[in-house]
């Protein structure tokens, strides 16, 4: 990485040299210090035919030229003069020399076990096990271990790469994982907060699940076009799947996630339409119409982890689940609408009206005139959707200063929170009344700096903060009188996970 950006700096210095330089150069001064020198991925995804299905032709070169909407991937059309986009977009095209083989043999060869760790009887600290929080610092890759009764910092430990998707509890709130871009899964312990043990489950990777019954952590990978499937105890390989479609097409993985009620993992899958469901329980329901689990499948998987495949009308690439895990909202992000799937008969139910790029996976729901309510943000929209979880239907449309990224409330709490992460305003947050749909309050914690993703604490006391920003901070408010506490300095804190909160599935943060 540090050559990388020495490299960066040299040609970036350089100039019109660059403009007539070769695409390996071109790929070495604007791509490599956040994708790769290898082009496998690091900070961004991994830059090869695998990864740029979606891509083709002038495509690339738009997304060289403008950049891409809700990710950190800037643009670079005032850099690189047209015929450059061109010839580095043709350059990502090439097939790698070599693609890495990231079986389970060569998975486990990269574990790597803290020798100064020794497990503890029991919390070696006086605060609350549950009402811990978890906050990952971004830019300078660590995470942050806060009280969430004295809001002290209580630990700071170094976590891999870009760590990327929220980290994953135990379910008794002891123990919580990690995952960067490039697929490296930390586990730490937060009775001493020790770092346990690390491995790479993957090369390009997005996100991480964990089973309800904590045995089991599910990596979610784009390269190689796998699941993996990880023992919690000592991060050996249960399995690793391959994702291919019941058309023979082989599948990235947009993410997983875990449906504790039904024993099993939901996958997304990026560019077949289909949804998976791995089950880990020990006596799966049988799915006569997909696959005989008695046996091995039709694509050859085993008693171990069987496989359901439900065959949907889009790829879908962000998921939301009901409170009880009968339903999926799912969105692509290609799209603009989504679908409700039905996981019990497997089959979709309803269309969602959801313009405007829906960013499912930061919903949350509560309970508003009798009956359950969903809202989600929209990535390119100003505007929040409120949906109810019976029929379906739109109930209003919350109109906000901007785009945003994140909700979260808790049951204890009469708002939800909303930030403007994209656009001139993303130094707002929106405080919603959840009756009214009104936003009561408009805060600017610091003007001018990115104000984002909100977590409460275990009792709904205390709502978190984050100024997006290398010199960056959590900030502490009072959830009843909207009036500020304290700030707590942070190096660009992108992420706040309470233990309670996530080990519970709150209604009022994402799962």
């Avoid at 403009?19 to 082009?39: Q, W």
């Avoid at 001493?192 to 990978?221: C, F, Q, T, Y």
């Avoid at 505007?383 to 200063?401: A, G, P």
């Amino acid at each position: 990485m540090i050559r990388s950006i020495v490299f960066t700096s040299v040609f970036s210095a350089l100039g019109s040299v660059v403009a007539a330089a070769e695409p390996e150069v071109l790929f070495a001064t604007h791509c490599a210090v956040c994708h790769g020198d290898d082009r496998l991925g690091g900070l961004g995804p991994a830059l090869i035919p695998e990864s740029l299905r979606r891509l083709k032709g002038d495509k690339l070169e738009a997304v060289i030229t403008h950049g891409r909407d809700a990710t950190q991937m800037p643009a670079f059309g005032d850099q690189l003069s047209t015929k450059d986009i061109a010839t580095l977009a043709a350059f990502l095209h090439e097939p790698l020399p070599e693609i890495p083989v990231w079986d389970a043999a060569k998975i486990e060869s990269t574990l790597v076990q803290n020798e100064d760790y020794i497990a503890p009887a029991g919390p070696e600290h006086k605060a609350d096990p549950l009402n811990l929080f978890v906050v990952v610092e971004t830019g300078d890759h660590h995470i942050s271990v806060l009280d969430g009764d004295t809001l002290e910092v209580l630990n700071r430990l170094p976590t891999p790469l870009a760590v990327h998707g929220g980290p994953k509890f135990s379910p008794d709130g002891r123990y919580v994982f990690v995952m960067s871009r490039d697929g490296w899964v930390q586990k730490v312990d937060l009775w001493n907060m020790s770092e346990v043990a690390r491995v790479r489950a993957g090369v390009n990777s997005r996100n991480i699940a964990m089973s309800g019954d904590g045995k089991w952590l599910a990596v979610a990978n784009y390269l190689p076009m796998t699941l993996t499937i990880l023992s919690t105890e000592d991060l050996s390989v249960a399995e690793v799947k391959d994702i291919v479609g019941k058309n023979g097409e082989a599948s990235r993985v947009s993410a997983v996630y875990q449906a504790p009620p039904r024993e099993s993992f939901v996958l997304a899958l990026k560019d077949v339409p289909e949804i998976w469901e791995v089950f880990y329980g020990e006596d799966p329901p049988f799915y006569g119409f997909v696959h005989d689990f008695r046996d091995e499948g039709p694509l050859g998987y085993d008693e171990s982890f069987p496989v359901r495949q439900i065959t949907l009308p889009d790829v879908l690439d962000d998921f939301f689940f009901s409170q009880d895990y009968e339903y999926v909202m799912g969105a692509s992000r290609d799209g603009q609408g989504g679908q409700v799937v039905d996981l019990v008969i497997g089959h979709k139910i309803a269309d969602l009206d959801l313009p405007g790029m829906p960013h499912l996976g930061s919903g949350i729901t509560w309970e508003r005139d009798g009956t359950t309510v969903m809202a989600t943000p929209h990535l390119r929209d100003g505007v929040l959707s409120v949906i109810d979880m019976e029929t379906w239907e739109t109930v209003d449309q919350i109109t906000t200063e901007g785009p945003g990224f994140f909700l979260r409330s808790h049951v204890n709490s009469n708002y939800l929170w909303a930030d403007v992460f994209f656009g001139p305003n993303r130094d707002v947050m929106h405080v919603i009344d959840k009756q009214s749909l009104e936003i009561v309050k408009t805060l600017r914690p610091a003007p001018g700096k990115t104000a984002a993703h909100v977590e409460f604490d275990r009792y709904g006391k205390y709502v978190l903060v984050s100024l997006w920003d290398e010199d960056g901070a959590v900030i502490v408010y009072d959830a009843a009188t909207l009036e500020e506490i304290k700030r707590l300095p942070m190096v660009k804190p992108s992420g706040k996970y309470n233990v309670f909160n996530k080990i519970t599935f709150s209604a009022g943060t994402s799962h």
